[in-house]
């Protein structure tokens, strides 16, 4: 995370933030076999 903190701009949006959120949480709920948390930011 830090190493893309400081090489790329960050967009500190809550709408994006909640809708990058919900898409991932979908992608996940969809997967089989998932193992691993996520976590979207």
Do not use: W
């Not at 909640?18 to 976590?39: C, M, Q, R």
């Amino acid at each position: 995370m830090r190493m893309l903190r400081s090489s790329q701009p960050i967009v500190n949006d809550p709408l994006m933030s909640d809708y990058v959120s919900a898409l991932g949480a979908k992608l996940v709920a969809n997967a089989n076999d998932v193992k691993t948390p996520f976590e979207f930011f």
